[in-house]
């Protein structure tokens, strides 16, 4: 059974800092590109980032570049997402997600449960 743990969300103010960790079992984690989606009140799910099996490419949303980094330990099947500067628009459940082919992928596989992440101003 494929499992997407989520943590590390939580509430901070304007300009602080958080990150979010993702531990995959179920799967053979460094055979699969990761994802950050996130989901705000009344909009739509959102790309935020991914990241390829050897953790040599990475992508970014425009609104959260230079921002937000990306990063993914395979000894430990565990994405991560570390993020700065966070601003109230960056307020939404973010989910992580897991694919066999590309980290650019518009149908992710897998998907976790999601966790919550509230900026304050």
């Known amino acids: 059974q494929v499992q997407l743990l989520e943590s590390g969300g939580g509430l901070v103010q304007a300009g602080g800092s958080l990150r979010l960790s993702c531990a995959a079992s179920g799967i053979t984690f460094w055979n699969y590109a990761m994802g950050w989606f996130r989901q705000a009140p009344g909009k739509d799910r959102e790309f935020v980032a991914a990241?390829?099996?050897?953790?040599?490419?990475?992508y970014y949303a425009d609104s959260v570049k230079g921002r937000f980094t990306i990063s993914r330990d395979n000894a430990k099947n565990t994405v991560y997402l570390q993020m700065n500067s966070l601003k109230p628009e960056d307020t939404a459940v973010y989910y992580c997600?897991?694919?066999?082919?590309?980290?650019?992928?518009?149908?992710?596989?897998?998907w976790g449960q999601g966790t919550q992440v509230t900026v304050s101003s």
């Open positions: 997600a897991a694919d066999p082919a590309s980290p650019l992928s518009q149908d992710y596989d897998y």
């Open positions: 990241i390829n099996r050897s953790g040599g490419s990475t």
